[in-house]
């Protein structure tokens, strides 16, 4: 009892270190890929992460932007990629248990590009 008492305090400090030393951070990073389809496809595994959709007149590609906030650990720099008419989107937040991550997309892309998210059609805004 005394030491999973200890384990618990540990972990209190812990939390209340990380909170009080302003781990905090909010990062953005955008990614361009030359496009020239009609569709895309857009492939998000990480369903907590939202994506938004809006389009440029002229624009010849597709500007992916993943913004992040984290607390006591630092983002990852995703693993995108476009392949034909699908943009794989990666997780910017890393596996771990101690650690706050969240994120979202905004994705830019020609006028007149229909876009699916995982299947379902995207409203551009």
Not at 70 to 97: F, R, Y
Request: charged content about 15%; some cysteine.
């Amino acid at each position: 009892m005394r030491n999973l008492l200890r384990v618990g305090v540990v972990g209190a400090i812990f939390v209340g270190v990380l909170a009080s030393a302003g781990c905090a951070s909010t990062e953005q990073r955008e990614e361009s890929f030359a496009f020239g389809g009609s569709r895309l496809d857009v492939v998000n595994p990480n369903a907590n992460m939202p994506v938004s959709v809006s389009s440029e007149a002229g624009a010849q590609e597709v500007v992916v932007t993943v913004q992040t906030h984290t607390m006591g650990k630092s983002a990852n720099t995703p693993a995108w990629s476009l392949d034909g008419t699908s943009l794989n989107l990666d997780t910017p937040c890393g596996e771990g248990v101690v650690g706050y991550c969240e994120g979202s997309y905004a994705i830019v892309v020609p006028e007149g590009t229909a876009v699916f998210v995982n299947g379902a059609p995207a409203a551009a805004q």
